[in-house]
């Protein structure tokens, strides 16, 4: 028992460290000495933030990031960019994950109770975004009221669609995302600031003639509740950049970058010109599985340990935990870890830890209940007959129970890996930068709402395609060692 628990302790250090580990190794080619500004902000907004490619490499510009280049510059400071949901950047101010929010973000009086906000920097109008054939159907905005409406999540565009009578509203994370179910006619219209709407128009998305009534918005730079220091230093670069009509500059410049990158391509080309960033993608993958199966194997071969120990203390904690686990999503879980962590105990875990508790403690559940009933399955004569040899319980559990339970249950649990190879995709919601945060990525980038996603469908399919026929023939194998 004692060594049990020792080993128990020593798996849930490594738990804990080896994603720290991993993380700083990631970080050492990080300018490490300097200061850092971290800044959030949800980059699907052309010509205010939006992702690129230049040479090659991914990269998020916009004239809201040239404005937090000013102020890093003025603080001496290196800017790192996280990019996340417009919904998400609030909670992600107020918990410290970032220490600023540039986003074309309206400072309005419900958004001041929780953080603070500088001076306004950019002045918008709100628009209205119909496809070309509905021109004559919108012409003012009383022929909205019972239509099906499209706003990005947590913004006051959202506010203003529900001030529309009747009107079903969708609200989407990311723009490109409400673009893509205005095309796949899911909605009627989407409400939407000029000058983000011009980066989507084109000759199937166009204007309406109906324009929300008091429909300017300002755009402003938020900054944690308090932090007058900081707040201090964005104004004065503000400031600054206004007195020399630099905004207005960095507006045009990033609006001809938003307009010259759409084009058509098919398929094979949109895979080889964005291969670095499926390959990027594959590499975290797999890292996130691996570690993922690793430490799920060990944690579920402990649970199912704890829950054998006949201490029925001990038992009942383990059920419980292999109940609570599989009876909740692994999104919630995910959520609560990564945020409500950092919010209640101000435990700040990197995307990459999240990621691999997260899968680990899922599948422990999972593979938990399948080693159960492996050792469920073994016949009691083995450890009546083990025991009358004279080997103690923990040793008969060992030598004779666990190996013959493993080979029966080996499909299950070649099963739950696959599982975890596609789960993992979740893991992308946090800004984790595996497959499928690379195929959104592709997505924004080139506009093509299908062949980004069609071409990650293929990349999961050969990794677990591979992986299950690799079970396969070590299963062949096991199986004829048992016929010598
Ligand atoms: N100005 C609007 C608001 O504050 C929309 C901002 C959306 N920003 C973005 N990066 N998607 O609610």
Partial sequence: MKKTFRLLMLFMCMIILLPAGLQTAYAQDA??????????????????EFHTTIDGQDQI????????????????AELVIQDMGFDSLLPALQSGRVDIVISGMTPTEERRQSIDFSDPYYKARQVVVIRAEDTDK???????????????????????????????????????????????????????????????LNDDIVL??????????????????????????INET????????????????????????????????????????????????????ALGVIFGFLIGLIITLVRMSGIKILAWLGTAYVEVLRGTPMLVQLMIIHYGLALVFGINLSPLQSGVITLSINSSAYLAE????????????????????????????????????????????????????????????????????????????????????IIAAVIYFILTFMLSKLLGAFERKLRTSDNR
């Avoid at 510009?61 to 001496?76: H, S, W």
């Avoid at 098919?266 to 895979?271: L, Q, S, T, W």
């Avoid at 291969?275 to 996130?288: E, F, P, Q, V």
């Avoid at 073994?378 to 083990?386: F, I, L, S, T, Y």
């Fill in 61 to 76: 510009v916009g004239f809201d990031i040239e404005i937090a280049k000013a102020i890093a510059e003025k603080m001496g």
């Fill in 138 to 200: 919108y012409k003012t905005m009383a022929d909205l009221e019972n239509t099906k409406l499209g706003v990005q999540k947590g913004s006051i565009q959202e506010e203003i669609a529900q001030g529309v009578p009747n009107a079903s509203i969708t609200s989407l994370d990311k723009i490109g995302d409400i673009v893509m179910q205005l095309e796949t006619e899911r909605v009627d219209a989407l409400i939407v600031e000029d000058t983000v709407a011009a980066g989507y």
């Fill in 370 to 453: 399948i080693f159960r009933a492996g050792i469920q399955g073994v016949d009691k004569g083995q450890m009546e007959a083990a025991r009358s040899l004279g080997m103690t319980r923990g040793a008969a559990l060992r030598h004779i129970i666990l190996p013959q339970a493993m080979k029966t249950v080996l499909p299950a649990i070649g099963n739950e890996f696959i599982t975890i190879i596609k789960e993992s995709s979740i893991i992308s919601v946090i800004g984790m930068m595996d497959i499928m945060y690379q195929a959104n990525t592709v997505r924004s980038i080139t506009y093509q709402g299908l062949s980004p996603y």
């Fill in 238 to 289: 503000l400031a600054e950049l206004k007195a020399d009509d630099r905004i207005t500059e960095m507006v045009e410049e990033a609006s001809l970058l938003a307009a010259g990158k759409t084009g058509d391509k098919n398929i094979f080309e949109v895979a080889w010109e964005y291969r670095s960033y499926y390959a990027k993608g594959i590499g975290y993958t797999l890292l996130l599985s």
């Fill in 208 to 233: 309406a003639d109906a324009v929300p009534d008091e429909s300017e918005s300002d755009a402003a730079i938020g900054v944690q509740k308090g932090n007058t220091e900081l707040l201090a230093v």
């Fill in 31 to 48: 300018n490490s000495d300097k200061q850092q500004l971290i800044l959030g902000t949800s980059a699907d907004f052309p010509p205010y």
